[in-house]
Nanobody, 127 residues
Framework: QVQLVESGGGLVQPGGSLRLSCAASGFTLDYYAIGWFRQAPGKEREGVSC????????YYADSVKGRFTISRDNAKNTVYLQMNSLKPEDTAVYYCAADLAALPEGCSDYDPLYDYWGQGTQVTVSS
């Protein structure tokens, strides 16, 4: 069964850090670009970051640039999102997704391109 499972969310104070994990089962992530998206209450889902299947390029939304870092460990079939200097506006459900059709050097923040999605993990930034 093809599955993506996110973990690592939780409650953190402003300025704190979390590391989200996206683990794949039933398929290998090697050939997929992986994206992280988030959806806050009452807002549309937005792209946060993505990483190419070749690990040669990454994209970050302006709102997280310099604070978030995406990485992948194909040996563990897992992609990570390190989130530092968290702000209350980062509060959302975070989803990872896999895109098979992306070129090896590319990835996209356009969510209709993604084939598989995880169930999401809640991140709450509050004092």
């Amino acid at each position: 069964q093809v599955q993506l499972v996110e973990s690592g969310g939780g409650l953190v104070q402003p300025g704190g850090s979390l590391r989200l994990s996206c683990a794949a089962s039933g398929f290998t992530l090697d050939y997929y670009a992986i994206g992280w998206f988030r959806q806050a209450p009452g807002k549309e889902r937005e792209g946060v970051s993505c990483i190419s299947s070749s690990d040669s390029s990454a994209y970050y939304a302006d709102s997280v640039k310099g604070r978030f870092t995406i990485s992948r460990d194909n040996a563990k079939n897992t992609v990570y999102l390190q989130m530092n200097s968290l702000k209350p506006e980062d509060t959302a459900v975070y989803y990872c997704a896999a895109d098979l059709a992306a070129l090896p050097e590319g990835c996209s923040d356009y969510d209709p391109l993604y084939d598989y999605w995880g169930q999401g993990t809640q991140v709450t930034v509050s004092s």
